[in-house]
């Protein structure tokens, strides 16, 4: 079976051809990272309005570099929350349209679900059930893969997501947006011992705060400026980020133990930083744990997730009409 994918979540116009849920035919991202880097994050109208510029052009490349047309796909799958609501509209309303001109079946996919399902792709073996830490931009969550459409959240973040920390944090420290990346690469020459840093609390064990820790990065940096007093920024990335992956791995190992699951996996767009996928793959290996991470290539948004987490939603029996509408806040079940 053939989807054709459609996701504009955020910052990136994507469309792909998927084959049965395990398969990429072909993949196409537009992203908007330099326009977006000039205002310091997404400003989501002028997401929207590249959407709109973009999504044509992708899909149609997208199915060129498969050598299909729309009518030899055999569905349709979108992300239609969690996200910019004008972002995804614009996502929603294209495969909508394509699914009434073609008589495709429409198949509505949640991010995160999409986020999950990119290890499919990467390791055909993997089968559910498994525990997954989904980390992103937007997104923390511990999540029970009880099937490939059945899941239930055990923890969360309750204020910021640890990419947006990532993001915040970075800006303080003199990085672009996406600031991300740029703590990870200068986290390799720091010392992460050379600040103390914050671990805050939360009631659940299995729950996430990042929002106290981003603010004494940021406090951090202002008060050493206000003082004259310079700041070792490859020290400070290497704290921050170190702090942050072992609040994320201590409390996934944890909840991990605690369930009783042998296999795990991590996914979303953190998924992609050198020092959260070495330090969880040696926490894996010490309790026993089968871990499963994507390449870099799919750990952002993508289509090609959609596509793959779209053909276990057909199987399910989950597809949409014409009504289908976006939705910027939805929880994951």
């Known amino acids: 079976m053939k989807i054709l994918a459609i996701e504009s979540s955020c910052d990136e116009t994507a469309c792909a051809v998927v084959e049965n849920g395990r398969k990429i035919i072909s993949s196409i991202v537009a992203t908007q990272i330099d326009e977006h880097k000039l205002y310091g994050g997404v400003v989501p109208e002028i997401a929207s309005r590249r959407h709109c510029e973009n999504i044509t052009a992708v899909c149609d490349e997208a199915l060129t570099k498969a050598g299909l047309t729309l009518r030899e796909c055999d569905a349709i799958a979108v992300t239609y929350a969690p996200g910019l609501i004008g972002a995804l509209l614009v996502g929603v309303n294209f495969a909508k349209s394509l699914a009434l001109a073609s008589g495709k079946p429409l198949i509505p996919v949640h991010h995160i679900k999409g986020h999950i399902a990119a290890n499919y792709i990467a390791h055909p073996e993997l089968t559910p059930p498994y525990l997954c830490l989904v980390a992103s931009g937007g997104h923390s969550h511990i999540i029970k893969v009880n099937d490939y459409t059945d899941f239930e959240t055990v923890g969360r973040t309750l204020d910021d997501a640890a990419g947006e920390a990532f993001d915040k944090a970075a800006r303080s420290m003199g990085f672009p947006y996406p600031g991300g990346i740029h703590v990870d690469k200068v986290a390799k020459q720091g010392d992460p011992t050379r600040y103390k840093l914050p671990v805050p609390k939360t009631e659940c064990p299995y729950d996430f705060s990042f929002s106290g820790l981003k603010t004494a990065v940021v406090n951090l940096v202002h008060n050493s ?89 057909y199987l399910n029996g989950n597809v949409a009409d014409s009504s289908l509408n976006a939705v910027a806040s939805l929880k994951l079940g």
């Open 225 to 313: 400026e206000q003082k004259g007093e310079k700041i070792n920024v490859n020290d400070l990335a290497a704290s921050f980020q170190q702090t942050v992956c072992n609040i994320l791995i201590s409390r996934f190992i944890k909840s991990a133990s605690d369930f009783g699951y042998k296999t795990i996996a991590l996914a979303g767009g953190v998924a992609a930083n050198s020092g959260l996928r070495e330090a969880l793959a040696q926490q894996a290996q010490t309790h026993g744990m089968t871990l499963y991470i994507p390449p870099i290539s799919l750990c952002g948004d993508n289509a090609a997730m959609i596509g793959s987490q779209g053909y276990y939603e």
